[in-house]
């Protein structure tokens, strides 16, 4: 067992880290102001390949793996958790969907263009009354055998990325009586006639992050785009889930580690009774917790893209790693702003965006409940 990054590895966090302090940071703050992104920030993202990291490189990806993806989630949400939540839904959930079902035509035609830098995707799975319950969709898709294409009605909910992407993975009914069986997912485009996409939604936290409502009225998509078979679109959108939720724990362990070296330099600087606080055993003590926290989300963090990336089963170690992660990114994040106090709470400093991003983590991609119901399923806590 060996808990040290491989030279390559160490290499490519090196290299976002550097994009991640440039091109990043210096807009985090105003983007979250104006709860809006950057879209010269988006085609940077794009032309240093940070929305194809672990595709094959066939596709126009960089052939990377999931532990790399990992590295370059948690240092761009050490500068902003927006940007983790953006390259977050379009790789691990988007992509995903199109590169484990997809056949090669469907995968020249959904994947590479989203990869290779030209299109954004996105991820339609909740709805108002599909969000844990996500069998429970009401979105309906019904084949018209005349035109070989699916009639899509329906809307969804949170869909993030949906205010500038191109293309999503809906998901939707195709046959009611099926219960999860009966759910299909369909690419579609999301400037087609049919397609209406809400304002931003107002939220505490990840606000540059677009994350609208989507409603879908009679929209007409070719049989072709149907990935996987009918029925198999809960499967899909699960597996894509399971990936998705390795990015947020690493999000989470981003989020944790930026409030810690902010909150430590801070310490250094702020003099209180006539020395550093830094100085202070309490401070000493209570970042020590803090890292080490932070440490133990990071390992399981890459236990489960390890995992994911040795052809395993992934699902229980994504569940634990975000459980965890997500938790201390809170706890973290709540410590670095009640160390720099008044400072701290104030939006000229980043811990306070920090937190507010944090408390979304516990909620996406499955709540904390939903994550103890993974791994309580996967060890079979009810069987006989
Ligand atoms: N990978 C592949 N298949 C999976 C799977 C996974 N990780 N998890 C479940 N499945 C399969 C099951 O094997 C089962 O297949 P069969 O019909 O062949 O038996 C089917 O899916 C239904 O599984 P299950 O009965 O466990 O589904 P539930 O309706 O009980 O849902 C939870 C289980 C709650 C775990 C699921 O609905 C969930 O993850 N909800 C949260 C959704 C979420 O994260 N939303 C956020 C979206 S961000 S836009």
Redesign the pocket.
């Known amino acids: 067992m060996d808990f040290k990054l491989s030279k390559t590895h160490q290499l490519q966090q090196e290299l976002y880290r550097k994009f991640a302090e440039e091109e990043i940071k210096p807009l985090a703050e105003d983007m979250d102001e104006t709860e809006q992104y950057d879209m010269e920030l988006l085609k940077k993202l794009h032309k240093y390949g940070f929305f194809g990291i672990p595709y094959s490189k066939q596709y126009g990806g960089v052939g990377g793996d999931y532990l790399s993806y990992a590295l370059a989630m948690e240092e761009v949400s050490k500068v902003d958790g927006s940007t983790g939540i953006t390259i977050s839904?379009h790789t691990s959930?988007y992509c995903s969907c199109i590169d484990y079902f997809g056949t090669e035509e469907q995968k020249e035609a959904f994947l590479r263009p989203t990869i290779d830098g030209s299109k954004t995707g996105c991820?339609?799975?909740?709805e108002p009354n599909a969000?844990?319950?996500?069998?429970g969709q009401q979105t309906t898709a019904v084949y018209d055998p005349d035109t070989d294409e699916y009639i899509i009605n329906g809307g969804k909910v949170?869909?993030?990325n949906s205010g500038f992407a191109d293309l999503c993975t809906v998901f939707a009914m195709t046959d009611k009586s099926a219960?999860?069986?009966g759910i299909s997912c369909f690419v579609v485009d999301l400037h087609q006639e049919g397609v209406s996409i809400s304002e931003n939604i107002k939220r505490m936290g990840i606000r540059a992050a677009q994350n609208c409502e989507v409603s879908y009225e009679n929209v007409r998509v070719p049989a072709f785009n149907r990935i996987g078979k009918e029925g198999q679109g809960?499967?899909i959108?699960?597996?894509a889930?399971?990936g998705?939720?390795i990015g947020i724990a690493a999000q989470s362990v981003g989020l944790a580690q930026g409030a810690i070296n902010e909150a430590m330099a801070y310490c250094k600087e702020r003099k209180q009774f006539g020395r550093p606080i830094s100085a202070f055993q309490t401070t000493q003590f209570k970042l020590a917790d803090m890292q080490t926290k932070v440490d133990a989300a990071r390992l399981l963090t890459w236990r489960a893209a390890c995992t994911k990336d040795s052809g395993e089963n992934y699902?229980k170690e994504a569940a634990m790693a975000k459980l965890f992660a997500s938790d201390v990114a809170n706890q973290v994040c709540r410590e670095a702003v009640q160390l720099m106090g008044g400072y701290g709470y104030c939006r000229e400093y980043p811990v306070e965006r920090a937190l507010r991003d944090a408390k979304i983590t516990e909620i996406?991609?499955?709540?904390s409940e939903?994550m103890k119901?993974?791994i309580s399923?996967a060890m079979k806590v009810n069987a006989k």
Not at 123 to 126: I, M, P
Not at 131 to 135: K, L, M, N, P, T
Not at 364 to 367: H, R, S
């Open positions: 839904v959930l991820f339609g799975l909740t969000g844990s319950d996500a069998a949170f869909t993030t219960g999860t069986r809960f499967k959108a699960m597996k889930l399971d998705g939720r699902s996406y991609e499955g709540t939903v119901m993974v399923g």
